[in-house]
């Protein structure tokens, strides 16, 4: 809920800005199960290298971000990571049905495994 009304919020940085860096004002904004920082309604007024003031017209949790150089988007690393994540759940199913299919090695250790199999998959 925004009222319009706005509060500082006085943020101390753990190193102080060196020249070309850039300190953001952010808050965690919650999307279902998944989360990113946001910097809708919070905005820099001030501040020096060791401290930022952030305007914001809503409680929320704050952050500080500093960028070192622009950041762009990686297309080569997504894709690693969506390969990887794809190859890991395959692997991961098969593990699973493997543990259930194999009933007569069951013993402990093959149920806990099983377990972290399917926690991991989840």
Request: charged share 10%; proline share 1%.
């Amino acid at each position: 809920v925004t009222f319009g009304v706005a509060f500082n919020v006085t943020l101390r940085h753990r190193t102080a800005l060196r020249v070309g860096e850039e300190s953001r004002c952010v808050f965690w904004e919650t999307v279902g199960a998944k989360g990113r920082w946001m910097t809708s309604g919070c905005t820099r007024v001030g501040g020096d290298a060791l401290h930022s003031i952030c305007a914001c017209t809503h409680f929320s949790t704050f952050a500080i971000l500093t960028a070192t150089h622009p950041i762009a988007e990686n297309f080569v690393l997504t894709a690693v990571t969506y390969v990887g994540m794809s190859v890991s759940l395959v692997c991961l199913f098969l593990a699973i049905v493997t543990f259930l299919l194999c009933r007569s090695l069951w013993t402990v250790s093959v149920t806990l495994h099983l377990q972290l199999s399917i926690c991991l998959f989840a």
